[in-house]
């Protein structure tokens, strides 16, 4: 966000009237709308998701194409085997965007000298701030679940069975590590004094959770004797790995790929209770790293 955008936007004139005589409760909930709002329109004129928006509507695409509801695996077949590609994909692809993107959102407003104009606005800073988040989350889920639904209706069309409770663990699941890691992201930007050390932050952020993916540096702890369970806490402390275990549940309900780990998930979560878990816990962590990065920016210095 900059000056001359804020100044050529018709949202930025419905800022300056968001502090006009209303009850307490619904001026707040108008300025976060306008704030949302703004992002989204700048999101939306911004190279980054048209290539982003694209990529998933390619990728679903793809999938078609090569015929990959016509194949079966473990029983899996039609749009289920589709949506069990996609979400892999989606948990390569939606964290680097995310984090890649956000992370210049406070940062580069500071840089850019747009918070004098912020503070002349007759907004919060709390408006602002989760505004900001929400109007992200919008543009980033968004083409996610656009690009699943667009897939749905075209196997229905070609009297493809639709599996709508799987469809409807995945558009979660995603929605959770959505919201993980732009919350992440937005902790690292309010925290960082710069762009490029928000950039750094948020690399080394992602280079330590696939570090701990698929527990790589967690051998250390096995041939050290540790415990089972203390092992695979430490790996479901990672909201990646709790997002990928879960989608690989839908895909095999014995988790057979992760081998004995599988039993202490198992026995101490249950299907159900993993599912939730692994929803809830990465939407938590965003939430939580979102909350931090609101209290080190409102005591920051904001020039």
């Known amino acids: 966000m900059s000056d001359p955008v804020l100044a050529r936007s018709p949202d930025a004139a419905l800022l300056a009237g968001a502090g006009a005589p209303a009850p307490i409760r619904l001026g707040r909930l108008r300025e ?42 473990l029983g899996f077949m039609g749009l289920s085997r589709l949506l069990v590609t ?10 680097v965007f995310v984090l890649i993107t956000t992370v210049r959102s406070v940062a580069g407003d500071r840089e850019a000298g747009v918070f004098e104009y912020l503070l002349a606005l007759p907004i919060s800073l709390s408006a602002w701030f989760w505004g900001k988040l929400i109007g992200r989350f919008l543009v980033i889920y968004l083409p996610v679940l656009l690009a699943m639904a667009a897939a749905a209706g075209w196997a229905t069309l070609r009297d493809i069975s639709v599996p709508w409770d799987m469809f409807a663990i995945y558009a979660a699941l995603l929605a959770a590590l959505a919201l993980c890691f732009l919350g992440i992201a937005m902790g690292i930007s309010a925290a960082a004094r710069s762009v490029d050390v928000a950039q750094g932050a948020a690399f080394l952020v992602w280079l330590a959770l696939i570090l701990v993916l698929d527990l790589v540096l967690l051998g250390v702890l096995i041939k050290g004797h540790a415990a089972p369970e203390l092992v695979i806490a430490i790996a479901l402390a990672n909201p990646l790995q709790a997002f990928r275990s879960a989608a690989l ?29 692994a929803m809830a816990y990465p939407a938590l962590v965003g939430v939580v790293c979102a909350a931090a990065g609101y209290l080190r920016f409102r005591r920051g210095d904001l020039p």
């Open 32 to 73: 976060l709308w306008l704030v949302a709002r703004l992002d989204v329109g700048e999101s939306l004129r911004a190279r980054w998701f048209t290539v982003y928006a694209g990529l998933f509507g390619a990728i679903v695409a793809l999938l078609f194409a090569f015929g990959l509801t016509e194949s079966r695996i």
């Open 249 to 277: 549940l839908l895909f095999d309900p014995q988790l057979v790929l992760l081998g004995p780990a599988a039993f202490v998930i198992l026995d101490a979560f249950g299907r159900d209770g993993f599912l939730a878990y």
């Open 86 to 95: 996609y979400i892999q994909l989606c948990m390569a692809i939606l964290p």
